[in-house]
């Protein structure tokens, strides 16, 4: 059975520290990785990912896809309290459109 | 602004009733989605369709109804042999993506649903 493995559920830092969270997925037919972005309520995109390491960068975000150990990783630099939200990975299997699997997402909680 | 737009926020159901969560979207976006989320779980498609008058089954479409009569509109019913509705309904859309590739899906922000 395919599926998406999110670590860590949850994670608490302080302002200003660096983060790395992690996807790991075992998906026959791997096609593409997307990274969105969850705070109270619609997830906002944040990245795809389909070739391996070629890493992107969106201001302190940055991801990167490993497709031989069948991982990636989604670093936050320098965190705000705005970037407190649930990190959703999911992967595309190269099925029909809607066929994206799901993690169950990593809560990040930056104090300040 | 173009965007999806999800109604109601909140809603509650009754035993027995059918209820009809409405997702709008002005995207121009020729490709629709029904997720469900329970708390600590991933999203899990219910329903979607690629174009209009045609729609799939996803995971989890056992007790759910769809109809895409309209681009813009993707109405999902949850009916009374959906025995667990209690969860939060996401739309989301997108374009379709070229021949062997994907775009991104774009979220509404959703519709709360619990029984009375």
């Known amino acids: 059975e395919d599926k998406v493995v999110q670590s860590p559920l949850s994670l608490v830092v302080h302002e200003g520290d660096t983060v790395t969270l992690n996807c790991s997925y075992e998906v026959t037919n791997f096609r593409s990785l997307l990274w969105y972005k969850q705070e109270k309520k619609a997830p906002t995109f944040l990245f795809m990912l389909?070739?391996?390491?070629i890493e992107k960068k969106s201001g302190r975000l940055s991801s990167i896809l490993d497709k031989k150990e069948l991982f990636s990783i989604l670093n936050i630099t320098a965190t705000q309290t705005g970037d407190s939200a649930v990190y959703l990975c999911?992967?595309?299997?190269?099925?029909?459109?809607?066929?994206?699997?799901f993690g169950k997402g990593t809560k990040l909680s930056v104090k300040p | 602004d173009g965007g999806i737009t999800q109604s109601p926020k909140y809603l509650f159901r009754k035993e027995g009733q059918n209820v009809t969560l409405s997702c709008e979207q002005n995207l121009n976006h020729d490709a629709m989605y029904w997720y469900r989320q329970d708390p600590g779980q991933g999203l899990r498609l219910i329903y979607y369709s690629q174009i209009v008058n045609d729609f799939q089954k996803g995971d989890i479409a056992e007790g759910y109804s769809v109809s895409r009569e309209k681009k813009e509109s993707f109405p999902l019913t949850v009916t009374s042999a959906q025995k667990n509705p209690t969860a939060f309904y996401l739309c989301a859309s997108s374009i379709n993506g070229p021949r062997g590739g994907i775009q991104p899906q774009h979220f509404g922000d959703g519709t709360r649903l619990s029984i009375l």
């Open positions: 999911a992967v595309w299997d190269g099925g029909s459109q809607g066929n994206l699997i």
């Open positions: 389909t070739s391996s390491g």
